[in-house]
């Protein structure tokens, strides 16, 4: 290798480092607009992703190396992503982290003012993203997952009103923060619970920021040792499903949209920081999607806004109101399945 071979080689790694690592391509990144590319020039079979598009239906998109090799309906429609939003909310809480807003995720959030009642004094931030803080559970904090949209509450009220003491809206398009990422449409929250509207093109941003970990063409946006902390399941296999009854809203913030315990078959091995990850889960010994490669991690959203990100390949897939089927966690791997056809050279 020739002396300026060896330093590219460098410059690649420090600015890849995770890529480099795991032998993957580095990455292009869109400017005002999305590069397509034909699929095949990435050894990936179109028509396969045609069957894909197809059988998802609603809007979309495929991301490979940071091209888009595959695009099905209005790309710049904003619609609502539902839990999908939930990584958005842990990313922000990085970008807090990073700018010396949050001491770390272990931090209690009743050092921000909230009046908690004696059993929920250690609710951490870690605890609200992992969905084992049990607020309105019986349980103390981690000591149960429960997939809780009145945790998730509490986690936007406290990010938003107590942390940023902002507009969301201001917040997460700062060009410090989401807005960096050069965001076509914007992204645009409800009143009444801040969840995250935008559109197929501007979420795949944000999945591409969360597939190289902080990186933003070149400039390192977050910490990457961030993402190698919480881009990972963070709660344990072992944990109990919480049970039992929801205790009083006794602080009045109502939901983000749903109950307090509402998947009750996934979470404890594969659920951390508002990811899902294709890991074995507390049933069995089968990873969450078979077909997926074991490195996928995904946002799961309600009415099948979701998306799919598989490192090792430099992969994502951006899904808006898709036919993922009533609860993804348990029905996606059809699809994902056929996106794995569609990778002819890259082995899952």
Not at 179 to 187: A, S, T
Not at 214 to 238: M, S
Not at 268 to 284: D, I, L, R
């Amino acid at each position: 290798m020739t002396r300026i071979a060896r330093l590219l080689s460098l410059a690649v790694a420090l600015m890849f480092p995770l890529a480099a690592a795991e032998g993957v391509s580095p990455s292009h990144f869109p400017g005002a607009h999305w590069e397509q590319r034909e699929a095949a020039s990435f050894g990936l079979d179109g028509a396969v992703l045609d069957r894909l598009a197809e059988a998802l239906g609603g809007r979309g998109c495929v991301i490979k190396d940071g091209y888009v090799v595959k695009a099905w309906g209005a790309q710049s429609e904003i619609g609502d992503w539902f839990s999908s939003a939930k990584p958005v909310l842990s990313t922000l809480l990085m970008f807090a982290i990073a700018e010396g807003k949050v001491p770390g995720a272990d931090t209690p959030i009743k050092e921000f003012g909230w009046e908690l009642n004696a059993k929920d004094q250690g609710i951490t931030f870690r605890h609200l993203a992992d969905m084992t803080s049990g607020f309105r559970r019986p349980e103390a904090p981690g000591a149960a997952y429960a997939y809780n949209d009145f945790a998730i509450q509490l986690y936007q009220k406290t990010l938003f009103d107590k942390v940023f003491r902002d507009d969301p809206e201001r917040v997460a398009n700062d060009p410090k923060r989401f807005g960096f990422l050069g965001l076509e449409d914007g992204l645009k929250f409800r009143a009444k619970d801040r969840r995250l509207s935008a559109s197929v093109r501007d979420f795949a941003r944000i999945a591409w920021f969360w597939m190289n970990s902080g990186n933003w063409n070149g400039t390192e946006l977050l910490p990457e040792r961030l993402f190698r902390d919480c881009r990972k399941p963070d709660v344990p296999r072992a944990l109990p499903i919480s049970r039992g009854a929801d205790s009083d809203d006794y602080l009045g913030i109502g939901s983000y949209g749903g109950g307090s315990n509402q998947v009750q078959t996934a979470g404890p091995g594969n659920y951390g920081f508002n990811w899902w990850f294709n890991q074995p889960g507390p049933k069995g010994d089968s990873r969450l999607w078979p077909d997926a490669p074991p490195d996928l991690f995904a946002s799961l959203g309600a009415r099948g806004n979701c998306s799919f990100l598989i490192p090792r390949l430099n992969l994502a897939l951006i899904s808006a109101f898709g036919a993922w089927g009533p609860n993804p966690e348990e029905s996606a791997n059809p699809h994902l399945r056929l996106l794995m056809q569609a990778v002819r050279k890259a082995r899952p």
